[in-house]
């Protein structure tokens, strides 16, 4: 399942959570227990095979 951001509407807390594809499930905050959460958008990482560091999800520029 895929990890989502959200950030709570009534006190401000930003907080991650594992949710199934569809988020139909109530997600309430976890500082202040408000299920007033929007989801937020957040880039991923991934790992290159064998580096054994972090990639960002934006393609490089190449120049020449």
């Known amino acids: 399942m895929p990890l989502y951001s959200f950030r709570c509407e ?6 991650d959570r594992v949710a199934s594809c569809g988020c139909s499930e109530k997600i309430s905050c976890p500082g202040c227990g408000s299920e007033s959460v929007k989801k937020v958008f957040s880039p991923f990482s991934f790992l290159r095979p064998n580096s054994g560091s972090a990639e960002s999800s934006t393609p490089r520029r190449r120049y020449g």
């Not at 009534?10 to 907080?15: I, P, S, V």
């Open 10 to 15: 009534a006190c401000g807390k930003e907080f």
